[in-house]
């Protein structure tokens, strides 16, 4: 019996040998023939585009802001905006008064800011409007941290009462950060809320792209930031190149980026190489979700 337990295990070696390669599959691997769930994302046009302007800015001396929109809207600025009340606001609208004008926005707030300016925007303008607090309120700062106050609030609205049954959305809402004497972090935009007409509110949040990264054509125009991000040097005079450029799967290296990872939130891969892993492949965060950025044939 021991003599053919022996000869067992010198047939078998024999019959696989040592120099054979084997592929192990670990456990890891197998997670990858589980398909990650598509967001279903509903599109919808938004009306209004924010960015910071050019020149400094500070809350002595103000901040311009670059607004263009589809229509023509109002540009409220709120400076010193109570965080709470600004919270309250948004509840409101979330509740029963639907926030599409400037009036309901100066209402809801209860006029719990230091200054409020107002500007007309014409349809396409991106002429720059320059917002500052007059001198004689003698305000140099919002305090120490933590703060009650917001620097900055930008409420964008549409003017004409048309427009605003046209669009599912009806507001946005853009909290800004202008550095002062007690907190001199560069001027940046913090929040961005989406108000629709139903009274829901949608947080506007970035895709994290390559700054290489080419425009997909059948992308509808963005805010200048996302163009900056997108374009990258806006000076390419060769055509073959850019297009290059748009091919530029962070997997394959050849198909379009076309795939936005949640909760990451990189947009890097093309939709063939998004089926084959779980994981985002610039940070490493395991994908729950992820949306198309344009819609593809024979996908």
């Not at 000869?7 to 040998?17: D, I, P, S, V, Y």
């Not at 409220?76 to 009340?85: D, I, K, L, M, P």
């Not at 925007?121 to 607090?133: A, K």
């Not at 009274?199 to 700054?211: N, R, T, V, Y």
Request: charged share 20%.
């Amino acid at each position: 019996m021991e003599f053919r337990g022996i000869l067992g295990k010198l047939e078998a070696t024999k019959r696989f040998g040592f120099d054979v390669p084997v592929i192990l599959r670990s456990y890891d691997e197998m997670e990858f023939l589980i398909p990650t769930p598509e967001k279903r994302m509903v599109q919808e046009t938004n009306p209004f585009s924010l960015a910071l302007g050019s020149g400094p800015a500070c809350v002595s001396d103000g901040v311009s802001l670059r607004p263009c929109c589809l229509e023509r809207c109002v540009l409220n600025c709120f400076w010193g905006c109570e965080v709470s009340a600004l919270q309250g606001a948004l509840h409101i609208h979330q509740q029963n008064l639907r926030l599409t004008s400037p009036q309901h926005f100066l209402e809801a707030l209860h006029h719990r800011f230091h200054y409020h300016e107002s500007f007309c925007i014409n349809s396409g303008d991106e002429q720059e409007c320059h917002t500052c607090i007059p001198a004689d309120q003698r305000i140099t700062d919002f305090g120490p941290l933590p703060r009650k106050h917001y620097p900055l609030v930008a409420v964008l609205t549409l003017a004409d009462n048309e427009a605003r049954n046209q669009y599912y959305i009806v507001a946005n809402v853009i909290v800004i950060h202008v550095p002062d004497g007690k907190y001199n972090l560069s001027a940046r935009i913090l929040f961005q809320y989406l108000l629709s007409q139903q009274g829901k509110m949608h947080e506007l949040k970035p895709l994290f792209m390559s700054a290489e990264m080419h425009r997909p054509p059948n992308l509808e125009k963005s805010s200048q930031p996302v163009e900056e991000q997108m374009d990258g040097n806006s000076n390419r005079e060769d055509s073959d190149c850019s297009e290059e450029m748009g091919r530029n799967c962070v997997i394959c290296q050849n198909a379009g980026v076309n795939r936005v990872l949640l909760p990451c939130r990189h947009a890097c891969v093309c939709d063939s190489c998004m089926l084959h892993f779980q994981h985002c492949p610039i940070c490493r965060a395991f994908v729950l979700e992820s949306f198309a950025l344009r819609t593809t044939s024979g996908i």
